[in-house]
């Protein structure tokens, strides 16, 4: 077999958040490739994708529970943390775990992990993250 890779998630959320995921994702440089009343889909740089289906039922998601505890997005360099940090507080939603910060129980000098976390409407807990030379 060939070596593989990621091809796409299909994340269920609430159709009434499309909205929330389709500024942030093209905030962060994603290309919308389809969108209907139920479903959001959006392709990074190198083809992955994440399809939002609506329909999501009403259950409370526990991300310590068993399944993905975040989905991380990384950028291409620490002022991009902050970038999107500060587009997460101009668009109302907070950040979690005394972030941004620095982790340096994930890195070592000279570099670093670099992270904004957030919970987006649908209890979905997400994470941006610059892993690179500190500046």
Known sequence: MQPTQLSHFQINVRGENFGFYRD????????????????L??????????????GAKDVVNDYDGPGINHIGIGVAAQED?????????????????DTPRHRPDFSREPNTYYQVMFESPDRILWEIVYIGLKS
């Open 24 to 39: 942030l994702f093209t905030f962060l440089g994603w290309k919308l490739i389809y969108e209907d009343a139920e479903t």
């Open 81 to 97: 943390v902050d970038s999107a940090a500060e587009y997460l507080t101009r668009a109302g939603v907070p950040h979690l775990f």
């Open 41 to 54: 889909a959006l392709a990074e740089k190198n083809g992955v994708s994440f399809w939002f289906l609506s």
